[in-house]
């Protein structure tokens, strides 16, 4: 405590403090994170030529999520699977985040006491394919759809993560289903510094009655209402993919992801049903593929216009509004498919 020692001084001169005073209500010390666009590059093998360079850079791409690997279940153990190989080296001022994708499946087998370890094992193993690439990374992220069962081990795994990150100044982040947002009181808020809130894959895809699996915005919006409410702070990942879905009957045949409707209108074998449904009128082959009379295709893609829906739904229902907006994932074909501009119009509105 500090002694009396009569009226301060400071008090005597307190209308020279006024500027001073007025700067400061007028400043905010908090630090403002800059709006990063950012892509997903899901696949094992890293092949970026010059063109895919030059492509990122025209579209303003500073942060790069790369699929590192998997967890899984394999021969009774947990083993890394689908490991990322460099067959060149991302651009040097692209920021690259790793990513490990664990199944469900994998945290339902893992003892919760080994949590622990297998954070430890995770850690190591990006500390390792961070050595070959050569460069340092500011974040890492993990991928799971987790449950009310597996939550608490994949939680404590989580927690064991966050302090091994904090050794190397890295921001654990984890992707968040839109279920997990509705309710987290039921599924639990993961431990991490930030969340990713997956915004596509919201419908069932073997269900011959939906519409598109990919992206529904009207049913994304039940899922949305309390988003201001939940505990992390979100960035935002949006489709940039589309897909085939074959079905013989009622039946899920296949999910043909690198068909495009467009392949189905010039190829005599199919017959238009209606706006986003084929049907094979024989028995036949479609690249290398035997197709049976009757089967049915569903027709899954997304436009620009569906992702700038989300983004205005969402503008208003941000806790604090996302400082990454990340599009999953990187294919050339997708991105001319989409055209340039209209990409750069998805990143400059969630930027506004």
């Not at 892509?39 to 093998?45: A, L, N, T, V």
């Not at 899984?72 to 947990?78: M, P, S, T």
């Not at 945290?107 to 500390?127: R, S």
């Not at 069932?204 to 919006?221: F, G, R, T, Y």
Request: hydrophobic share 40%; aromatic share 12%; with cysteine.
């Amino acid at each position: 405590m500090c002694a009396k020692t009569g009226k301060p001084g400071i008090l005597k001169n307190w209308h020279k403090l006024l500027p001073l005073l007025f700067l400061f209500a007028c400043s905010d010390d908090r630090p403002t994170e800059k709006f990063t666009p950012s892509i997903y590059y899901w696949r094992s093998d890293v092949v970026l030529n010059e063109q895919d360079s030059l492509k990122l850079d025209s579209l303003g791409i500073q942060r790069m999520y790369v699929h590192y690997f998997d967890i899984k279940v394999y021969e009774d153990k947990l083993k890394p699977v689908s490991v990322v190989e460099w067959k060149s080296l991302p651009p040097a001022h692209l920021e690259i985040v790793p990513c490990v994708f664990i199944t469900n499946g994998a945290m339902k087998f893992l003892p919760d006491t080994a949590a622990e370890t297998l954070a430890l094992h995770v850690f190591t193993k990006i500390e390792k394919i961070n050595a070959q690439l050569g460069r340092s990374v500011p974040e890492i992220q993990m991928d799971c759809d987790w449950t009310p069962e597996t939550g608490p081990t994949y939680f404590r795994f989580l927690r064991a993560l966050k302090i091994l990150c904090e050794s190397k100044n890295w921001v654990l982040s984890a992707t968040i289903r839109l279920h997990q947002v509705k309710f987290p009181g039921k599924t639990g808020v993961p431990p991490v510094d930030r969340g990713m809130l997956m915004y596509y894959n919201m419908g069932e895809v073997s269900d011959i009655n939906e519409s598109n699996s990919i992206l529904n915005p009207e049913k994304a919006a039940l899922y949305t209402d309390n988003l201001s409410e939940y505990p992390l702070d979100l960035d935002l990942a949006l489709p940039l993919f589309s897909w085939v879905v074959q079905f013989r009957g009622n039946d899920l045949q296949e999910l043909r992801s690198s068909w495009r409707k467009s392949d189905l209108e010039e190829d005599s074998l199919f017959v238009k049903e209606s706006e986003n449904w084929y049907v094979a009128r024989d028995n036949g082959l479609f690249k290398g593929q035997y197709i049976v009379k009757n089967d049915r295709f569903r027709i899954e893609e997304i436009h620009p216009d569906m992702n700038l829906e989300i983004i205005n739904h969402l503008s208003s229902r941000w806790k604090t509004r996302p400082v990454n907006l990340s599009l999953f994932h990187y294919n050339p074909y997708e991105i001319e498919n989409y055209a340039c501009n209209r990409i750069k119009e998805i990143y400059s509105t969630a930027a506004e």
